[in-house]
């Protein structure tokens, strides 16, 4: 069984949105802390998003600032990316994490993983 679901990736020009979604159906949802990682092929995965058990607290990388919202609904069991104003650099596969220490967003700390939705943003 699938812990980790992510949805919601595809390609979209510079200056467009795309929304992602996570699921968690083999966890506790409000167990977790939550966040969005990115990997590009031969790079490192690098959290860009990450939030705290209650949504109180989110983490955003710096390159994402102002333009990505991170937001989780515990009744739902739903964690949400929003990204707008998508550039050509923000193409990339991204990760729902479970686990994860929201206040560093580090992916050393995640204890479960999506298999991961493409987002690829064309010039």
């Known amino acids: 069984q699938l812990r980790v679901v992510e949805s919601g990736g595809g390609s979209v020009q510079a200056g467009g949105s795309l929304n992602l979604s996570c699921t968690t159906p083999g966890l506790t949802f409000d167990d977790y802390e939550m966040g969005w990682f990115r990997q590009v092929s031969g790079n490192e995965r690098e959290g860009i998003s990450c939030?705290?058990?209650?949504?109180?607290?989110?983490y955003y990388t710096d390159s994402v600032k102002g333009r990505f919202t991170v937001a989780r609904d515990n009744a739902k069991k739903t964690l949400f990316l929003q990204m707008h104003n998508l550039k050509p650099d923000d193409t990339a596969m991204y990760y729902c994490g479970a686990g994860v220490i929201a206040a560093s967003c580090k992916t050393t700390g995640a204890r479960y993983w999506g298999q991961g939705t493409q987002v690829t943003v064309s010039s």
């Open positions: 939030i705290s058990f209650s949504g109180r607290n989110t």
